[in-house]
């Protein structure tokens, strides 16, 4: 029987490493969970709150985060007892943020990431499905339709960006018995389209630029995420639109609206549709179903 | 004022010392690889430690000055001439309106590093001169410099003399066998004690895949502790839950790879430990086919190299001054 709350996962003790001179490493835990990001997302949120000197990048991460600083200012020895500090402090129950809720339309099995998937059948675990009947079947739905319907079912949380700009994991907000999982392919493709929606492990990630990948390809999204000539209206402050902590509601959409929303982002038109809600771990874990619903509603 | 580019070498970017604040989107710092020979370069021409100048990889441009210039040439010797007669490199040269500079291949070291006074006045982007290939952000045009390219230059605030050196103790040659200090650490619970001891026990040679990206390695294979995988994990043993990668952590597949200024900023391949930041720099000097020993370092050893080459800079700037 599927469960209808989020479950709940004790942390271990987190680990404090060095990364070189000038950089701490924290794993949270080794596993993905959404009290592990959360946590996660909390801790960095304060720590850039704090805004202490010597601190020059935070960068929360899917079920850890890194810190990188100056030395030279704050030293390592200090700045990881404030860490520690905060991961006490801090009780994700009650922790609440901002958060944009992004409606994020995809064309599913569109044509482009379906050549590319038959191009590169031979670095894949079943040369004889494509990477949407396979992922199906090893998630145990019945064909690529119910499958889109599942992905495309729940709003799917960005937990972590990074690889290069722009580049988002989500992860779907849903319990763990309901979560996809993918692996990637077996070799590395060598090309894969901007704009290609990916998925590998316990997460999907819209590829920003075109380039090698490895992930499972299950769509085309007709929106950007990286602008980097920041033409388009909401990258005025950021080459990247996404933010961690943003949550991301995959809707499938047919070739008429893919085209129509090209032809505004080639115009230079085009504006991300989204609503902003305070984003609360507790209600979430207590009725993920529920409170997914009314995340959703907030989109304009 | 230009700088205007007649061979543009082998892979040549606009540098200065990185650009921060935005590794949490996974926009890597950039900058020149070799932050040691760049500071160095600017501090004799009269510069701020930072300012742009440009990174030749193995062989570097022949360019020609519209206007009087004061130059210096730091880390890989690439021969320098001007007009023909041969220059002194790690030291400050002044170039006449016209002339023309011309480098050919580097014996020892992979980059130079070419200082201008005034610096090389590209745009900023968020932040930072400093060119990152991969997405075509920042320097001139986003990428490595062509034929034909005109580069504008700032105005120096004062004319360095010619001439000007440092002590022989602190000019770099890149000879001998290359030690690059590591903590371990980070992930490197994933790797068996046989193989972790090996890792530091062995000759690592560099591959063709080296880069500002990062650096492969290749050696003995690497060994990972058998286990069920961590959900969210993926299915591979060197696969962990993606995390963030520090500039110069080692992340293991089947070959070490030493990330560099424009690193990749995170991912799901685990991490085993970080070149400290002195070492950084030779990592960057480091050529296709040597090789090189990672020697295991305490936090405290890291803090003191650290410090040694910032008391090394600040004596060197002093002396300039």
């Known amino acids: ?300 | 004022m230009t700088l205007t580019i007649l061979e543009p070498g082998l892979s040549t970017t606009v540098q200065d010392d990185g650009r921060f604040g935005h590794y949490h989107i996974g926009m890597p710092p950039s900058g020149a690889m070799d932050l040691y020979s760049h500071a160095v370069g600017n501090l004799l021409v009269g510069n701020d430690e930072g300012a742009a100048g440009l990174e030749m990889t193995y062989n570097g441009v022949d360019a020609r000055f519209d206007e009087d210039a004061t130059i210096a040439l730091t880390g890989a010797d690439m021969s320098p001439e001007l007009d023909g007669e041969p220059i002194p490199t790690w030291e400050s040269v002044d170039v006449e309106e016209g002339q023309v500079l011309s480098t050919s291949f580097s014996a020892n070291g992979a980059r130079s590093y070419l200082a201008i006074g005034g610096g090389i006045d590209v745009e900023p982007r968020m932040g930072s001169r400093s060119t990152y290939e991969l997405i075509g952000l920042g320097g001139h045009e986003g990428r490595s410099l062509e034929e034909g390219d005109e580069l504008p230059l700032g105005e120096s605030g004062w004319n360095a003399p010619e001439g000007r050196s440092i002590p022989d103790e602190d000019v770099l040659t890149y000879e001998g066998e290359k030690r690059l200090k590591v903590i371990m650490g980070l992930c490197d619970y994933r790797l068996t004690e046989e193989s972790k001891a090996e890792f530091l026990d062995s000759e690592w040679k560099v591959t063709p895949e080296a880069d500002r990206i990062g650096y492969r390695f290749d050696g003995p294979d690497i060994e990972f502790v058998e286990r069920e995988q961590p959900f969210g994990a993926g299915a591979d043993l060197s696969n962990v839950v993606d995390v963030g990668y520090p500039i110069g952590s080692i992340q293991v597949s089947e070959q070490p790879i030493v990330l560099a200024s424009d690193a990749v900023t995170g991912g799901g391949y685990a991490t085993v430990g970080t070149v400290i930041s002195p070492d950084r720099a030779l990592l960057a000097q480091c050529r296709t086919h040597e090789s090189v020993r990672f020697e295991s370092v305490t936090i405290d050893e890291a803090l003191d190299a650290r410090r040694e080459r910032r008391e090394t800079l600040d004596r060197l700037r002093n002396s300039l001054e």
């Open chain 1, 1 to 300: 029987m599927e469960t209808d709350r989020i479950e709940r996962y004790a942390l271990p003790s987190p680990s404090y490493e060095h990364g070189g001179d000038d950089h701490v490493f924290v794993e949270l835990d080794q596993a993905m969970s959404f009290d592990a990001n959360f946590k996660a997302m909390a801790i960095t949120q304060e720590l850039r709150g704090q805004d202490l000197d010597g601190i020059v990048e935070v960068c929360p991460a899917n079920a850890s985060y890194m810190v990188r600083f100056d030395p030279d200012v704050i030293a390592p020895s200090e700045l990881i007892e404030r860490l520690k500090t905060l991961d006490e402090t801090i009780d994700i129950e009650e922790y609440k943020w901002e958060a944009r809720v992004i409606d994020f339309p995809v064309l599913y099995d569109d044509p482009w990431t379906h050549e590319t998937v038959m191009q590169f059948r031979d670095r894949h675990q079943d040369p004889e499905s494509t990477d949407l009947e396979y992922s199906a079947r090893i998630n145990g739905f019945e064909d690529a339709d119910a499958f889109i319907e599942a992905h495309a079912g729940a709003p799917h949380m960005v937990t972590m960006i990074g690889f290069v700009p722009g580049l988002a994991w989500c992860h779907q907000m849903v319990p763990r018995d309901q979560q996809i999982e993918v692996p990637k392919y077996l070799r590395p493709r060598t090309d894969t389209p901007g704009r290609a929606i990916g998925y590998g492990g316990a997460f999907t990630t819209p590829y920003p630029v075109q380039g090698a990948g490895g992930y499972q390809l299950f769509g085309r999204t007709p929106v950007e995420v990286l602008d980097i000539d920041q033409e388009l209206p909401d990258f005025q402050d950021s080459i990247v639109f996404p933010k961690p902590g943003d949550i991301f509601d995959f809707r499938r959409i047919d070739r008429d609206e893919y085209d129509r929303i090209r032809e505004e982002v080639e115009a230079g038109t085009f504006t991300h549709t989204y609503g902003h809600v305070e984003f609360e771990p507790e209600e979430f874990f207590d009725d993920p179903a529920g409170y997914n619903e009314r995340l959703v509603e907030v989109i304009g």
